[in-house]
Each structure stands twice: as structure tokens, then as C-alpha cells.
């Protein structure tokens, strides 16, 4: 009697978004990941460091008389004075900072996703470029919101205490770590719906999951604000929780529109 050869079991074919990254070549060791992300690291970093010495000068002396205009509205003849040597330069050089993570900001944020462009398909690195630039602009669009509608109503309250208790007469480091903290979480938080739009299509969350947070985030949004802003007044607070509220509700129409699709799919996480 004749043997039959075993039957062997049918093969699934992979997924089509494996077949599309097989067939360009993406699929990397872990060794290769970790030597990616050093080379993406070090070229964000090489970015930081052009941005800021491209600012020192005369950029920085520029703007640190531009950040001090919002004072000057409120206090007549304001000025600020340091109090110890090295005072006056960390503080001119925390400003380049500033500066140097505005100007570097689009190549990290495109370092970042050329990091994770092995998982996406050649139509999803079409949107590479476009979230680059509006990942810069949101940066800078919040730390202009921090100098235009944030810095103003604080610095009016803060500077005017109730009593006539005196004349302010303010650290020039207390002053620029005040005024340079707001505008960078405030440009940071202007990523958000970007980030929340990344953790949508890697297959984080879900609008629905994000929609039914919305409790969580507003009282998120209120600490965070309490968090970076001294001011107790509830004009100030408001003014930077209501961004914050906003942009996490922008985040969830864009997780929307890019969830259907994810990167990880679902059974990949499990």
C-alpha cells in the first residue's frame, strides 16, 4: 500500500502591511534598532546644539529684552537684577536653550518619526513631512500663545500684590525660569494633538477610549496648569487649561481619522 506524504498545514499569508515592509526592505534586528536610534538621537542632539549656537548672539540678547516687554507693560521702569556672578549668564544661556529647542524642533520631530518609519507603508511616510512642519509650528504657535495671551494677565497679577506691599524687585534668574517655563510647556502642549494622533495609529488608544477620558483630561488640564503657572487667580488658570482641553479634543478628531489602520494591529499586542 502506497504511503501518503503528510499533509502539511496551510500557511497564512502574512498580512499585507508586512508583505509592503518585506518587500522595501524595513524589517530591521533589534541591534539595528538600537543603532538607529543612537544615530537619531545623536543627529536631534548635533540639531540642539546648531539651534543654540546659531541663538547666542545676537539672538538671545534680543529676545531676552523681547520677554521682558510683558513686565515692562505692567511695571513702570521694570528691570531685573542678578544677585550672584554666574546668575546673568546661566540665565542668558537658558534662553538660547529655549531658542535652540524652537529652531531644532522640526528635525527632532522628524528624526523621531524616521525612527518609526519601518512600520509604516510608503503611502503613510507621505504624511512625514507635513507633520514635521506642523509639529514646528505648533511649537512655536504655543510659545507665542504663552507671550501674547498667557504672560500678560499673569504677570498683572503677580506683580500687583493687594496693600501697596512694596516695589518688585525681581531675580533675573526667578524672572526668565518664570517666563521660559510657561512658553516651553505651553509649545510642548501644542504637540498634543499630534502625539495623541502617533498613539492612535501605533494602536495606543482609540478615540472612543480618549472620549470617554474627557473627565480625567480636564482635571489633568487644571493641575498641569496649577502646576506651571504660580498664579492662584482662576483667569490664569483657565487661560492654560483651556488650550489644553482644546488641543486634547483636536487629538481626538485626528486619532480618528488615523486609527483604522494601526501599525501594531491588535493581535500583535496581545
Known sequence: MAV?????????????RDRDREAEGKLLTILEHLAELRYRLMVSAGALLAGVSVSIYPLTGWFIEFLKKPAKSEVDNFET????????WTTYFRVSLLLGIAI?????????????????TKSERRWM????????????GG??????VE????LGFLLDPPGNVGEPVISVRKYFDFVTRLMLVTGLVFEL???????????VVRSRQLLGWWRYAIILAFVVAAVVTPSVDPVTQSLVAGPI???YFMGIGLARLVEGNPVIPAGARD
Do not use: H, R, T
Not at 523621531?112 to 519601518?118: D, E, L, M, Q
Not at 504672560?151 to 499673569?154: K, N, T
Open 4 to 16: 501518503q506524504p503528510p499533509i502539511e498545514a496551510p500557511v497564512a499569508a502574512a498580512p499585507a
Open 81 to 88: 537684577f542678578f544677585f550672584d556672578p554666574l546668575e546673568g
Open 104 to 120: 531644532a524642533m522640526p528635525v527632532i520631530v522628524y528624526q523621531f518619526i524616521a525612527f518609526v518609519s519601518p512600520g509604516l
Open 129 to 140: 513631512y507635513p507633520i514635521v512642519l506642523g509639529a514646528g509650528l505648533a511649537f512655536v
Open 143 to 148: 510659545c507665542a500663545f504663552a507671550y501674547y
Open 151 to 154: 504672560l500678560p494677565p499673569a
Open 193 to 203: 494633538p499630534l502625539v495623541v494622533m502617533g498613539l492612535a495609529k501605533i494602536g
Open 245 to 247: 482641553i482644546v488641543l
